[in-house]
């Protein structure tokens, strides 16, 4: 993703629906920096009855030339926790 490009939606999506509302939080590691490159949702839930939610990754455009530089999202969902198999990069 170039850095102009605004933002990333991230799904969560469960296997059934939720019984309860669940809350998702996004951690990041990679080689982009939270706060000057990119900001994540505090959180973000799934309703009861829904089986998704969503959230927004605001990628932040600033004059600064670099190289490209990855972000790797990672889940939290009460106590289970996943890493995407994927990454995005902006410049």
């Known amino acids: 993703m170039a850095e102009s490009g605004g933002s990333v939606t991230v ?5 059934e629906e939720a019984t309860a509302e669940v809350s998702v939080t996004l951690t990041a590691t990679g080689t ?5 490159d990119y900001t994540l949702p505090a959180a973000f839930t799934i309703a009861v009855g829904d089986t998704t939610g969503t959230g927004t990754v605001q990628i932040t455009d600033d004059d600064v030339d670099e190289e ?3 972000i790797i999202l990672s889940t939290t969902v009460g106590d289970l926790s996943v890493t995407a198999g994927d990454s995005d990069y902006h410049r």
């Open 68 to 70: 490209n530089e990855t």
């Open 32 to 36: 982009a920096t939270s706060g000057s």
């Open 11 to 15: 799904t969560a999506t469960l296997d």
